[in-house]
């Protein structure tokens, strides 16, 4: 349902007109890393599913990385983010 989907908001804490949104719909809150660095936001995820049957193995690997400039004037200390 979509009260379920996550997403992460990353948002100066000085002007709220800069927001971006992210899907993270199939990871755990623990899946997730957001990283500021040189202007940039970084926000990725890695998950990995293992089942094991008497028969067989399988295996579920899903990754994402998306990458944000950010705006003029805003600084790395003025990013939040939220789950």
């Known amino acids: 349902s979509r009260t379920q989907r996550l997403g992460r908001t990353l948002n100066s804490s000085h002007n709220r007109s800069h927001v ?5 719909n199939g990871f755990d809150p623990k899946d997730i890393t ?3 660095k ?4 970084t926000v990725s995820g890695e ?3 293992e089942h094991n049957t008497s028969v067989s ?7 994402f990385i998306k990458e944000f ?15």
């Open 38 to 41: 040189d202007g940039k936001v």
């Open 20 to 24: 971006a949104l992210v899907d993270v």
């Open 34 to 36: 957001v990283m500021v």
């Open 57 to 63: 193995k399988t295996c579920k690997y899903r990754k």
């Open 69 to 83: 400039n950010l705006p003029p004037g805003v600084s790395e200390d003025e990013v939040t983010y939220s789950l």
């Open 47 to 49: 998950h990995k599913e």
